[in-house]
């Protein structure tokens, strides 16, 4: 079945790193666009970064220039690297893989993984 599996959250100082992945399984994954989402508490879930199955990349302004979103075809694997990260940064961050075409549109997400940064 379709499988998307977080992983690499925790707790971290502000300044820190993490590296967030994203298993895929059960579905064609390169040839899905591959996003990671996060959601605070009390707000809206947004976008953070998006790769295309073209590899074509987008950042929210908010993490331009800290955060590198990259997928791994082979493995089936989309990596979210989070630098200089800070407090408004906390969240739960979601992966989520998205194909639209002739056949229809097929949208999955993940279970989600926390990021708390906090000293």
């Known amino acids: 079945q379709v499988q998307l599996v977080e992983s690499g959250g925790g707790l971290v100082q502000p300044g820190g790193s993490l590296r967030l992945s994203c298993a895929a399984s059960?579905?064609?994954?390169?040839?899905?666009?591959v996003s990671w989402y996060r959601q605070a508490p009390g707000k809206e879930r947004e976008l953070v970064a998006a790769?295309?199955?073209?590899?074509?990349?987008t950042y929210a302004d908010s993490v331009k220039g800290r955060f590198t979103i990259s997928r791994d075809n082979a493995k089936n694997t989309v990596y979210l690297q989070m630098n200089s990260l800070k407090p408004e940064d906390t969240a739960v961050y979601y992966c989520?893989?998205?194909?639209?075409?002739?056949?229809?549109?097929?949208?999955?997400w993940g279970q989600g993984t926390q990021v708390t940064v906090s000293s």
């Open positions: 989520n893989a998205l194909n639209v075409g002739w056949s229809g549109k097929f949208d999955y």
């Open positions: 059960g579905f064609t994954f390169s040839r899905y666009d």
């Open positions: 790769v295309t199955s073209g590899v074509s990349t």
